[in-house]
């Protein structure tokens, strides 16, 4: 299912993994991935914990060799090349300065490394503190900055020997989440600027989805789906994708084609959905997924005023007494409003139990209140639909 490709035509690759795979005794951490990575793109790699990220880059720093496959940097097999004379550099989550040096000398050691010696060295760590916006700290010791601070002192000293791909694993884990957000946007700027190839792991997909040109979705040692950031979330190529990247509300049932499209067979209803993502036999379990803030709340007295309204210029334009049937809807009753930042968060259930999580923009208010009746609709376009047939395709819970 993965497409590994994903590099434009004509555009340089500067890293390029041709099945690669290594393992820990038993434990299979990283199982035959290949990935080509464009020179100055930037990509996250994204996945749960243990799903093989940090064994990922450090096969690429070289802190790790594979037991099979290839590993390219700029083209050449680096394979046997140890890691201080590979074209690639690594920022950690802990910055690993040395706190007896400035911050000055901190950036200056890493051109030491590179033979870069006298003024010229100085003036280029000068150069790079600029860039990172900490001009007027050269002299200060690391414990004087802010966490923020340090990891871009540590960014600096990375970039001071002018690698080919920078790596950077968890670079803004160890703070909090405005410094993460201001360094998200630094991380931005800095790489615009420079155009080196930034390969990131992390965790936290909203920075992968802030940061990223081309999200790389690892699972258990694999990668599970590649591509851009909105078609990944838009269209996950697999319910656990899916449920990885955002929230989901899940229906399961019996898929039945029908025409395009499909229909499904539920305990709630039948519901109408577009192709699967994926093949699923005729018959067969299907899992609907829709995201929160694709559902639609309204009352039901509006509904059935609506509804009314459809039938009347539905008689009109066909002469023929009958009610428009509408696609996609439950009943349900309102258990719980929420507003979370620019939104509000409806948790609504079903007569049976069901719950479900919708996502409003506000202030457009649903105009209900906990314990009103109403509708719950989905268009069919916005239903994933999936094969119910992988355990590790079970919804996570909803995350707040
Ligand atoms: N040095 C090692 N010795 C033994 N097993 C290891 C070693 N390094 C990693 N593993 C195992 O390999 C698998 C992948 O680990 P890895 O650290 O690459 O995952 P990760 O996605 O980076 O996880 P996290 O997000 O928790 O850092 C895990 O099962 C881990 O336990």
Redesign the pocket.
């Known amino acids: 299912m993965a497409d590994t490709s994903g590099v434009k035509a004509g555009t340089s690759v500067a890293l390029s993994l041709d099945g690669v795979t290594k393992r820990?005794?038993d434990?299979v951490?990283v199982d035959d991935v290949s990935l080509d990575v464009a020179a100055g793109e930037f990509v996250a790699i994204l996945?749960p914990?243990?799903?093989?990220?940090?064994?990922?880059m450090r096969l690429v720093a070289g802190f790790e060799s594979p037991e099979s496959g290839s590993i390219r940097l700029g083209g050449r097999i680096v394979n046997a090349v140890p890691a201080d004379k590979r074209p690639v550099n690594t920022v950690f989550q802990n910055y690993a300065l040395f706190p007896h040096l400035s911050v000055v000398d901190n950036v200056a050691y890493g051109l030491r490394m590179r033979g870069i010696r006298g003024p010229r060295r100085r003036a280029r760590a000068r150069e790079l503190l600029d860039l990172v916006r900490l001009t007027a700290f050269g002299t200060a010791k690391p414990h004087e900055l802010s966490g923020g601070m340090q990891q871009r002192v540590a960014l600096a000293r990375a970039l001071a020997r002018e690698p080919e791909v920078l790596l950077l694993d968890e670079p803004l884990g160890a703070l909090d989440r405005k410094l993460r957000d201001d360094m998200q946007a630094e991380l931005r700027r800095i790489h615009t600027e420079l155009g080196t190839t930034f390969v990131y792991?992390t965790?936290d997909q909203d920075e992968a989805f802030g940061l990223a040109d081309r999200l790389v979705i690892?699972r258990a040692?694999r990668i599970e789906q590649l591509g851009e950031p909105g078609a990944v979330y838009d269209r996950p190529g697999s319910a656990w994708a899916a449920n990885f990247v955002g929230d989901a509300n899940a229906i399961t049932g019996t898929y039945r084609p029908d025409g395009d499209g499909a229909r499904i067979e539920t305990d709630l209803g039948e519901f109408l959905a577009g192709a699967p993502i994926g093949s699923i036999e005729p018959g067969h379990a299907a899992t609907m997924l829709i995201r929160p803030e694709n559902l639609s709340l309204s009352p039901v007295a509006d509904q059935t005023r609506a509804d009314q309204t459809r039938a009347d210029q539905t008689r009109a334009a066909d002469g023929v007494r009958h009610r428009p049937e509408r696609a996609n809807a439950i009943s349900v009753r309102i258990r719980d409003q929420l507003a979370v930042g620019s939104r509000l968060k409806v948790t609504a259930v079903t007569p049976g139990g069901k719950s479900f999580e919708i996502l409003q923009p506000r202030p457009g208010r649903t105009g209900l209140s906990d314990g009103d009746d109403a509708i719950l609709e989905f268009e069919r376009s916005a239903v994933l639909l999936y094969a119910a047939d992988d355990p590790g395709d079970a919804p996570a819970p909803m995350k707040g």
């Open positions: 820990f005794g434990t951490a996945g914990s243990g799903s093989g990220k940090t064994t990922l792991v965790h690892m040692g």
